[in-house]
C-alpha cells in the first residue's frame, strides 16, 4: 500500500471517530488530531518530494502503487503525485486544519457538521492522490456531494436556494464529465484508465477529441467558476458556514483548474490547442466581470465570491495560454488564492459572529474594537491586491509574464485585458478595508464587541504565515510546480 493511501485512510478514521465521539471536546479532539496527522504527512510528503527531485529522480510521479478494482472497465485504485498534486495536497491540509480552529464554536449539531466536512475533505484528497479516471471523478462526487447539506443545514441566508443551486449546477458540470471520461476510454483503444498511461497513448483521433474536450473543460470548468456557469459560486459562498466557505473556496474551486489541466488539456491535446481561443475568451470575461461585480456588492461574502470568480479565472485563462511560466502560475494561483480566500471567509466569519450583519453599510470603526481581526483583514486585503512580499504577487505576476510570451495579437490583447483586473481588485478592496475599519464606530453596540478568541487566532495566525512565507521564498512551490508542468505541456504543445 502506497503511503498516499493515509491521505484517505485518516479522514476514514477521522469519521469513525466523529461517530463514536460522545461530547463535543471529544469531537473536538478528533478533529485537531486527524486534521494535525494531515497537515504532518502533507509536510512531509513535500519535503520528501524535494528531496527526490533534488537527488535526480525525474520519475513524472512519485510513490505510484495501482490495485485492479472493477476488471471489466479496467479500472484501477491508482495512485501517485507530482509537483501539482503535492502542493495541492499541502493547500488541502493547511484548510482542513485552520478549517477546524474557525468551527470551534459552531452550533449545533457540531458532531454532524463536521462529520460532513471531513467527508467533504476526504473527496478532495482521493482526487488529488488518483491517477485513474474513474476513480479520480467518484472522489470527486464525494467531494460535492456534502456541500448541500454542510450549506442547506448549517449556512445562513437563503441557504436552500444556494444549496440546491449549487447541487444542480456542479451536478449539471459532472454529468459532462461522466460523457467526456467514458469517450477517451473507449476512443483511446486503452486497457486502462490511467491518466498518464492514456496520454502517453496519444492515440484518440482529432475529430474525436474535439468532441469531447468541451464536455470536460466544461465539466471541470463549473466548479473552476468558468463563465458562464459560474453563478452558483457567489450563493453558495456567502451562504455557507465559515469553514464551508474556506474549504470550498480555498480548495474546493481548484479540482476545476486541476482537472482541466490534468484531463481534460493532457488527454485531449489537439483539441486543446484548437478550441483553446473560445475558452480563452470565456476566461477572460470570468477574470474580468469577476473583479467589477466585486465592486457593486454590499456583503462582504459577495464581495470576496466574486472576487474568487476572478481569481479562479485567471487560473484556467493560464493554462490556456500553454506556456510553461503560464501554466506554473496557474498553479502558483491555485494555491495562493486558496490561502488568500480561506483567510478572507475566516475573518468575514469571525466578523458576523460579533457584528451579526456583513453588510459594509453598517460596519465601521472595527479597528478600534476588534484590532487583531481588522489587522487579519488588511492583510488578506494587500495580498489580494497582490501586493509584493505576499503570495498573490508572486502568482499573478508568473501568469501575466507568461501569458505574454505568446506573441500573437490575439494572446497579448487577453492579457493586457486581463491584467485590468489588478486595477479593480485594488479599488474594490481598499474601499471595503477603509470602509469596515477606519473612521468613528457609529453603532454603540459595536463598542462591547471583544477582539478574537484563541482558537481563531490560530486560524489566522497560520494563514497568514503561509501567505506571507509563500510570498517572501516562492521558489520551491515554483520549482516544484515547474517541473510537473513540464512534462504535460510537452504532452499538449
Not at 423 to 429: C, E, L, M, P
Request: glycine content about 10%; some cysteine.
Amino acid at each position: 500500500m502506497s503511503i498516499l493511501t493515509l491521505f484517505v485512510v485518516i479522514p476514514a478514521l477521522m469519521l469513525v471517530g466523529l461517530w463514536l465521539a460522545k461530547s463535543l471536546n471529544q469531537v473536538r479532539g478528533v478533529m485537531v488530531v486527524g486534521a494535525s496527522c494531515l497537515l504532518a504527512l502533507s509536510i512531509w510528503l513535500t519535503i520528501y518530494f524535494i528531496q527526490e527531485r533534488g537527488a535526480g529522480n525525474t520519475e513524472q510521479m512519485l510513490l505510484t502503487a495501482s490495485t485492479p478494482w472493477f476488471k471489466p472497465l479496467n479500472i484501477a485504485y491508482s495512485v501517485g503525485v507530482d509537483g501539482i498534486s503535492v502542493v495541492m495536497l499541502l493547500l488541502s491540509s493547511i484548510i482542513v486544519f485552520t478549517g477546524t480552529f474557525a468551527s470551534w464554536q459552531l452550533k449545533p449539531m457540531t458532531k454532524e457538521y463536521f462529520l460532513w466536512f471531513t467527508l467533504l475533505s476526504t473527496g478532495v484528497y482521493g482526487f488529488f492522490i488518483c491517477t485513474d479516471m474513474f476513480t479520480m471523478f467518484m472522489f470527486y462526487e464525494v467531494a460535492l456531494i456534502p456541500m448541500y447539506l454542510l450549506i442547506g443545514v448549517w449556512g445562513s441566508g437563503n441557504k436552500e436556494y444556494a444549496a440546491m443551486k449549487l447541487t444542480l449546477m456542479l451536478m449539471g458540470g459532472s454529468a459532462l464529465l461522466i460523457i467526456g471520461l467514458l469517450g477517451i476510454y473507449y476512443f483511446s483503444g486503452a486497457t486502462t484508465m490511467n491518466v498518464n498511461e492514456i496520454a502517453a497513448m496519444h492515440n484518440i483521433p482529432v475529430d474525436i477529441q474535439k468532441v469531447f474536450f468541451p464536455f470536460i473543460f466544461i465539466g471541470f470548468g463549473v466548479l473552476g467558476a468558468l463563465f458562464p456557469f459560474h453563478t452558483w459560486s457567489p450563493d453558495g459562498h456567502a451562504s455557507a458556514p465559515t469553514a464551508v466557505s474556506m474549504l470550498h473556496a480555498g480548495v474546493l474551486m481548484k479540482l476545476g483548474g486541476y482537472g482541466c489541466f490534468r484531463v481534460a488539456m493532457y488527454l485531449l491535446p489537439d483539441a486543446a490547442n484548437e478550441l483553446a481561443w473560445i475558452f480563452l475568451i470565456l476566461t477572460t470575461i470570468s477574470v474580468v466581470y469577476g473583479a467589477f461585480s466585486a465592486c457593486v456588492q454590499t456583503d462582504l461574502k459577495y464581495i470576496n465570491a466574486y472576487s474568487s470568480v476572478s481569481h479562479c479565472g485567471l487560473v484556467l485563462f493560464a493554462l490556456l495560454m500553454m506556456t510553461k511560466t503560464s501554466c506554473t502560475g496557474a498553479i502558483l494561483q491555485m494555491l495562493s488564492h486558496g490561502l488568500m480566500t480561506a483567510l478572507f471567509f475566516a475573518l468575514i466569519g469571525m466578523i458576523y459572529g460579533r457584528t451579526h450583519t456583513r453588510d459594509i453599510r453598517y460596519l465601521d470603526g472595527l479597528m478600534k474594537i476588534m484590532p487583531f481581526l481588522a489587522v487579519g483583514y488588511v492583510v488578506a486585503g494587500l495580498a489580494n491586491l497582490g501586493l509584493p512580499g505576499f503570495s498573490g504577487f508572486i502568482a499573478e505576476m508568473t501568469i501575466f509574464v507568461g501569458s505574454f510570451e505568446n506573441g500573437d495579437t490575439f494572446h497579448r490583447a487577453a492579457t493586457i485585458i486581463a491584467c485590468t483586473s489588478i486595477v479593480v481588485t485594488a479599488v474594490y478592496i481598499l474601499r471595503v478595508v477603509g470602509k469596515i475599519l477606519y473612521g468613528e464606530v457609529k453603532n454603540p453596540h459595536y463598542l462591547e464587541l471583544t477582539d478574537a478568541t484563541w482558537d481563531e487566532r490560530v486560524a489566522v495566525i497560520c494563514l497568514i504565515a503561509c501567505v506571507a512565507g509563500l510570498g517572501m521564498f516562492p521558489l520551491w512551490a515554483s520549482n516544484v510546480i515547474s517541473d510537473a508542468v513540464g512534462p504535460i505541456l510537452a504532452n499538449i504543445i
